[in-house]
């Protein structure tokens, strides 16, 4: 227990630029809190004691904000960065070496007494508030992107976003290899489809003033040239409506 202690509080130390000390990490971290109650809990819960393993559980929860069911299994250096409103399931298994932040869920879709929960290999990172759903396996290496909902199982070496999760990058991926933490650079695939058919209709905007040209029509380029898309203040429309929407793929709208 003393070795797995210092272990862990290591882990936190070499992961966080905010840990300060050692005794800081033991004082002031409720995931290695978390994290300590339940493996009391865990330990009686294989010794199939009642009730005890769930009211450590529970009071886990009440103290931390992280809850986590006696039954999960986790491996070495399971890191729960902030932790508040994690939610662990019964069937849970993470492996070494995995980092987690507030809000993730690890949940199960089933309501019998079966392997319903996921199964979370090495190395892996899961972002903010993220949910990963059922009886799936994420493979080695995977980074979650967050708010992402996973519901199928992710193959080795991929970077999921998105709802529901898409795979992104696989075997090489874009966000940066020296720093596996830097989750909040991963793509997004909801901008980038909206990229594509802004490019398209710039195209066929493009199309129709040549074809007007030709056909003599005069009121074409006026009737393009007029947005829908409000402005900054909800006033005058913009007319540009190309830098509109790239101010709404970059931070205004999504």
């Known amino acids: ?49 009642p009730f005890i393993p769930r009211f450590i559980s ?6 931390t904000g992280i809850e986590i069911h006696p039954g999960a299994r986790f491996g070495k250096r399971f890191f729960i960065d ?26 199960g879709t089933s309501t019998k007494k079966v392997k319903r929960h996921p199964t979370l290999g090495n190395n892996i990172v899961v972002g903010c508030g993220a949910k990963v759903l059922g009886n ?4 080695d290496n995977c980074q979650i992107g967050a708010n992402s909902v996973v519901i199928k199982d992710i193959p080795a070496n991929s970077t999921v976003v998105g709802i529901p999760a898409r795979i992104v ?4 991926r874009k966000v940066s290899e020296r720093d596996p933490l830097n989750h909040n650079l991963m793509p997004d695939p ?18 129709i003033r040549a074809l007007s040209k030709q056909t003599g029509c005069k009121e ?25 929407l790239d101010d709404y793929i970059h931070g205004m709208g999504i």
């Open 58 to 63: 529970h009071v886990s929860r009440f103290f």
């Open 1 to 49: 227990m003393i070795f797995w202690l210092h272990e862990e509080v290591e882990n936190i130390l070499k992961k966080d630029p905010a840990a300060g000390s050692y005794i800081e990490v033991l004082l002031c971290y409720p995931g290695l809190h978390a994290l300590i109650l339940h493996k009391v809990a865990h330990a009686l819960y294989k010794a199939y004691i």
């Open 82 to 107: 902030h932790g508040k409103g994690i939610v662990i399931g019964e069937t849970t298994e993470v492996g070494d070496d995995v980092v987690i932040y507030q809000g993730v869920t690890l949940g």
């Open 190 to 207: 909801e901008a980038d489809a909206i990229n594509c058919l802004l490019v398209k209709i710039k195209e066929l905007e493009d199309s």
């Open 136 to 139: 799936i396996t994420i493979g």
């Open 220 to 244: 074409v380029d006026s009737i393009l040239d007029q947005s829908t898309l409000p402005s900054g203040n909800g006033s005058e429309p913009k007319k540009d409506t190309a830098k509109n």
């Open 169 to 172: 990058a696989h075997e090489g």
